[in-house]
Nanobody, 125 residues
Framework: VQLQASGGGLVQAGDSLRLSCAAS????????MGWFRQAPGREREVVAS????????FYSESVKGRFTISRDNAKNTVYLQMNVLKPEDTAVYYC???????????????????WGQGTLVTVSS
């Protein structure tokens, strides 16, 4: 499956952005989807994940209450709504797809089989 992330940009602290990730080449509803991010000099970290139907989600503590992950299986797209952005949210954001049959450990980088190219989010103070 191919993943194409979009929606990044330069915003000010407190602003909102919505990232999108369009999937092609597979049956989208068969995949757990995740958003990860990587800031300069830091390891890639999980932001959020969502199960096949959207019924279960996971959020990292750093974004819980500010970010919302959702998916539209009819459009083969997963979204990340980011509100109250902070400078520490600055990173390249990646979407990823997992073929695993369990949502357990969906925060695990190694659970994901396919990755998008990343979209840069820069939050100025």
């Amino acid at each position: 499956v191919q993943l194409q992330a979009s929606g990044g940009g330069l915003v000010q602290a407190g602003d909102s952005l919505r990232l999108s990730c369009a999937a092609s080449g597979g049956i989208f509803s068969n995949y757990i989807m995740g958003w990860f991010r990587q800031a300069p000099g830091r390891e890639r970290e999980v932001v959020a994940s969502i199960d096949w139907s959207g019924g279960s989600t996971f959020y990292s503590e750093s974004v819980k209450g500010r970010f919302t992950i959702s998916r539209d299986n009819a459009k083969n797209t997963v979204y990340l709504q980011m509100n109250v952005l902070k400078p520490e949210d600055t990173a390249v954001y990646y979407c990823a797809a997992s073929r695993r049959s369990t949502f357990v450990n969906s925060s695990d980088y190694y659970a994901y089989d396919y990755w998008g190219q990343g979209t840069l989010v820069t939050v100025s103070s």
